[in-house]
């Protein structure tokens, strides 16, 4: 491969979804009025003010509310940037807003923190508002890392570059091979792959075979040689599960970047919090209480006033800059201080670009849930570090691709799969913890070669003895007829979710005791709107009502529930399948499962893709076939 021809074309590419990501953006915000932004859901408006802070490295954070009457369903989340603006008097929306970084969001609470020192004059002043922003500081950092890529000269880069992209043969080093027994087999060989690893490592870890688990050992025993481990994934929830893994593990974390869960144990290894425990943290409070009071003496101020107290007030805003100024720097050595004890570094792939990282370099950097990273924002830890390990599954969700054909031109093969197809550094996990044996077999049999095993305990597990794990439950013939939203163009099929609905109701019956979770996973967004409204119609319990999560596929992933329906949607005489063609998104849905699985769909359908057709082979062998007549009639 010519490896500068590979960069310039992943330039091109991530350019191309660039381009095509901020076109979507601006489709949803430009000429709409507020009232049509806040039915997309990414806008808040009005808001309520419910207080200011500043956290320990003296950025603004500020907390608002919404109206719980009117909320609708929103894409605001942590790490979002947004805009917080006030249209109150003849301010306008344009000119008075302030750039922000969502910390939190709970239900109709919000915390951001302000992208700038001061406050918003307009900040009291009402009419507030918060929106959406369009991410382009993730894609200058990602062209950043390809561009060093493609020019840089230096040698131990260059040799990177070469292995990683399947030029050069990676090289391992002897190690004494060992077994912890905390591990099974096929974990205990990822461990001494990844421990005797000069360059690059793979953890392949298909569903529910302990990915994270070993992971975490990985990290564990490779900190009894190397000093200090970044510890990356794509997004932020990811980073949050290792980061509470590790730290369980007694493992030193800091966490940078915005956590995603509201956790106290997370919340505890952010670089914030371990700042508050540091010994000169007292020191830092003593300051800024000072600065506080020069600040609050300054805003006494009253809107008239004449020129004496115009200088008094600006002499006091003045020391109250030069006390930031020493918060600044104290609150800059304190963070080196914590970030230079660490054991373990973890941020998302682009968080690593914070300059609180830069100029460091690692001897080893994990990248999880790299079968969903853009093969860009890999880069960014790999140009910090002299060896990668990359864990993850590209037989589940790849990364979430805006442009069709960015996408058909390799923006979607990931640099993960890139190094499996490479079949020299791939070490499969083949036990799997989660799922009875037969909700296994077919992910199993068509993603993994057959190699996947159940664990004894949950093999044989069930809801009640004579129980057939899994059901295929086929609407062909039946009329069911799939209809398209005119508005999001998402496809539904309700007498489908009803038949799912009243075959859940019959097999709630049959329960000895009410299971703990129930999931119903379907590809289209208008199927999740339509089987929710069935739900709440029909007469099952409230008790059981709250235990069911109804959601599309993405929002499932690395997630179990004891009972997945799936609701598959297309029937159409045209054998026409869109979404649903995308057989690594369905692998992850059937792998929810771990005592029952139960889909519908029409296999008159569905079964003229191959994927679909050989899963229907299959859910006759193991007579998982119900035809939908045998529950309506
Ligand atoms: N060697 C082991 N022995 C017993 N239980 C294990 C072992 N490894 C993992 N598990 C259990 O299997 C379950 C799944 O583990 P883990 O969360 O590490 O899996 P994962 O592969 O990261 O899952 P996902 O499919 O969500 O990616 C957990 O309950 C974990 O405790």
């Known amino acids: 491969?010519?490896?500068?021809?590979?960069?310039?074309?992943?330039?091109?590419?991530?350019?191309?979804?660039?381009?095509?990501?901020?076109?979507?953006?601006?489709?949803?915000?430009?000429?709409?009025?507020?009232?049509?932004?806040?039915?997309?859901?990414?806008?808040?408006f009005p808001i309520k003010l419910e207080n200011v802070t500043y956290d320990s490295g003296d950025r603004i954070?500020?907390?608002?509310?919404?109206?719980?009457?009117?909320?609708?369903?929103?894409?605001?989340?942590?790490?979002?940037?947004?805009?917080?603006?006030?249209?109150?008097?003849?301010?306008?929306?344009?000119?008075?807003?302030?750039?922000a970084v969502v910390n939190f969001v709970k239900d109709n609470e919000l915390t951001m923190t302000l992208n700038q020192d001061d406050e918003?004059?307009?900040?009291?002043?009402?009419?507030?508002?918060?929106?959406?922003?369009?991410?382009?500081?993730s894609y200058k950092e990602m062209d950043r890392a390809l561009n060093i890529c493609m020019s840089s000269e230096d040698k131990e880069l260059n040799k990177m570059k070469k292995i990683i992209l399947g030029n050069e043969s990676p090289s391992t080093s002897k190690i004494y091979p060992f077994q912890l027994p905390q591990l099974n087999d096929s974990q205990n060989d990822a461990l001494m792959h990844v421990l005797a690893a000069d360059q690059i490592g793979v953890i392949h870890g298909p569903p529910g075979t302990g990915k994270t688990t070993t992971l975490v050992e990985c990290v564990h025993q490779e900190l009894k040689k190397k000093q200090q481990?970044?510890?990356?994934?794509?997004?932020n929830a990811a980073v949050d599960l290792l980061t509470e893994k590790l730290s369980e593990k007694g493992i030193n974390v800091v966490r940078l970047g915005h956590p995603a869960r509201v956790d106290e144990k997370i919340l505890n290894q952010t670089l914030d919090v371990k700042i508050k425990k540091h010994q000169r943290y007292k020191e830092l409070k003593a300051i800024k209480q000072q600065e506080t009071l020069h600040r609050d003496a300054a805003?006494?101020?009253?809107?008239?006033?004449?020129?004496?107290?115009?200088?008094?007030?600006?002499?006091?805003?003045?020391?109250?800059?030069?006390?930031r100024k020493e918060i600044r720097s104290l609150s800059e050595y304190i963070s080196k201080d914590v970030i230079d004890n660490a054991q373990v570094i973890s941020c998302t792939l682009v968080g690593s670009t914070t300059p609180m990282l830069r100029g460091r370099r690692f001897e080893v950097a994990y990248i999880d849930e790299a079968g969903q990273a853009l093969e860009a924002a890999c880069w960014i830890p790999i140009l910090k570090s002299n060896k990668i390990i990359f864990a993850g599954d590209h037989q589940q969700l790849p990364p979430t691709i805006k442009?069709?054909?960015?996408?058909?031109?390799?923006?979607?093969?990931?640099?993960?799969?890139?190094?499996?197809?490479?079949?020299?550094?791939?070490?499969?996990?083949?036990?799997?913890y989660r799922m009875h044996k037969d909700i296994m077999a077919f992910s199993s049999k068509y993603f993994y070669d057959n190699q996947l095993d159940a664990f004894s305990t949950n093999a044989e597990w069930k809801m009640f003895d004579d129980d057939q794990p899994m059901e295929f439950i086929d609407t062909a013939g039946t009329g069911y007829e799939e209809k398209v939203n005119p508005e999001s163009l998402s496809t539904y099929n309700i007498e489908?979710?009803?038949?799912?609905?009243?075959?859940?109701?019959?097999?709630?019956?049959?329960?000895?005791?009410?299971?703990?979770?129930?999931?119903?996973?379907?590809?289209?967004?208008?199927?999740?709107?339509?089987?929710?409204?069935?739900?709440?119609?029909?007469?099952?319990?409230?008790?059981?009502?709250?235990?069911?999560?109804?959601?599309?596929?993405?929002?499932?992933?690395?997630?179990?529930?004891?009972?997945?329906?799936?609701?598959?949607?297309?029937?159409?005489?045209?054998?026409?399948?869109?979404?649903?063609?995308?057989?690594?998104?369905?692998?992850?849905?059937?792998?929810?499962a771990q005592k029952k699985l139960v889909m519908i769909g029409d296999s008159a359908t569905i079964t003229r893709n191959k994927y679909y057709a050989e899963m229907f082979d299959f859910v006759n062998e193991i007579g998982a076939y119900r035809s939908a007549f045998e529950f309506i009639y």
């Open 1 to 44: 491969m010519d490896i500068k021809e590979h960069f310039k074309l992943q330039i091109d590419l991530l350019e191309t979804e660039r381009k095509e990501d901020l076109e979507q953006y601006k489709k949803l915000m430009s000429d709409t009025s507020i009232e049509e932004r806040k039915k997309k859901g990414v806008c808040w």
């Open 403 to 432: 442009s069709i054909q960015a996408a058909k031109k390799g923006l979607e093969y990931t640099l993960f799969e890139r190094i499996i197809d490479h079949k020299n550094v791939d070490k499969m996990l083949k036990t799997q």
């Open 496 to 592: 489908e979710a009803n038949l799912l609905i009243l075959h859940l109701k019959n097999y709630l019956i049959q329960l000895q005791e009410a299971p703990n979770n129930i999931g119903i996973i379907t590809p289209y967004s208008a199927q999740v709107k339509v089987l929710r409204r069935a739900l709440y119609q029909s007469d099952i319990s409230d008790e059981i009502k709250e235990v069911i999560n109804i959601n599309t596929v993405d929002s499932f992933q690395g997630q179990e529930r004891e009972i997945i329906y799936i609701s598959m949607v297309r029937s159409n005489p045209d054998g026409e399948i869109g979404f649903l063609a995308n057989a690594r998104r369905m692998n992850v849905a059937m792998t929810r």
């Open 229 to 235: 481990i970044l510890v990356c994934a794509p997004s």
């Open 299 to 323: 805003r006494k101020f009253k809107r008239n006033f004449g020129p004496d107290q115009r200088r008094e007030r600006k002499a006091l805003y003045q020391e109250a800059n030069q006390l």
């Open 61 to 99: 954070v500020i907390k608002i509310s919404r109206d719980s009457a009117t909320s609708q369903s929103h894409s605001f989340s942590t790490g979002k940037s947004i805009s917080l603006f006030s249209q109150s008097g003849n301010n306008h929306e344009a000119k008075d807003n302030a750039k």
């Open 120 to 137: 918003p004059e307009w900040l009291h002043d009402g009419k507030l508002g918060v929106q959406l922003l369009f991410d382009e500081s």
